[in-house]
């Protein structure tokens, strides 16, 4: 286990609707990597916050944003759902920004009917 | 695009033997490169992990070699078990700017027994 906890676990949405997902950050780590996994493909990175501020975007529209707490737990939230965004959304902690590993959550399981 | 691949999708091994799983990546800049392994259900698991100044690095059982002339990327894994079956994903380190990780698109690996 790697201390990165996530929630919740599963998710059912309908198209059009809001969803917030939550990422609690391995102990002493600062910063917070999401991602979105389609079934069957790798995780493709969205964003990554470092100090409450977002430090990096992947090729993901403005509905989907972020934020990050000062206890470094983070949150992201995706407006108007569409159908394309059922995936595993992963949250990865790492210790600084710059190339140190990634340690993953269990993820949230969403699905877009 | 710049990307990260792999040869094999899958890839089948007898228990007690050795596998070796390769992934290709098209930016030679990238100085940093991670190996993980995603069970059913689960978020991915850190391996092991490789700077571009380092041509293997080894863990238990575990050994991941870096081929910068042909940028490519092994990972091996010694007297394979059933607890290895699993996707196995290569991660590239994209950039300076946060931690813009490039995910392969994943290897299924089936331990027979």
């Known amino acids: 286990e790697t201390g990165v906890t996530q929630s919740p676990t599963h998710l059912i949405k309908t198209r059009g609707q809001q969803v917030t997902l939550r990422c609690s950050s391995q102990?002493?780590?600062?910063?917070v990597s999401w991602y979105q996994q389609a079934l069957g493909q790798g995780p493709q990175f969205i964003f990554q916050?470092?100090?409450?501020?977002?430090?990096g975007r992947g090729n993901f529209p403005p509905r989907f944003s972020g934020l990050q707490f000062p206890n470094y737990s983070s949150e992201l939230n995706v407006n108007a759902l569409e159908l394309d965004d059922s995936a595993l959304y992963l949250c990865?902690?790492?210790?600084?920004?710059?190339?140190?590993?990634?340690?993953f959550g269990p993820g949230t399981r969403l699905l877009v009917l | 695009g710049e990307s990260v691949g792999l040869h094999l999708p899958t890839l089948s091994v007898q228990e007690g033997d050795n596998s070796i799983i390769n992934c290709a990546y098209s930016?030679?800049?990238?100085?940093?490169f991670i190996w993980y392994k995603q069970e059913s259900g689960k978020g991915p698991q850190f391996i092991i992990d490789?700077?571009?100044?380092?041509d293997k690095r080894q863990g238990q059982r575990v050994t991941v070699l870096l081929n910068k002339t042909v940028k490519h990327l092994s990972l091996q894994i010694a007297a394979t078990q059933p607890g290895d079956s699993a996707v196995y994903f290569c991660?590239?380190?994209?950039?300076?700017?946060?931690?813009?990780?490039?995910f392969g698109p994943g290897t299924r690996l089936s331990v027979l027994p």
């Open positions: 990865a902690s790492s210790l600084r920004a710059l190339r140190e590993t990634q340690y």
């Open positions: 102990s002493g780590h600062n910063t």
């Open positions: 916050y470092y100090r409450e501020e977002e430090n």
């Open positions: 930016n030679s800049a990238s100085d940093y």
């Open positions: 490789i700077r571009s100044n380092m």
């Open positions: 991660a590239e380190k994209k950039d300076n700017y946060g931690q813009n990780f490039v």
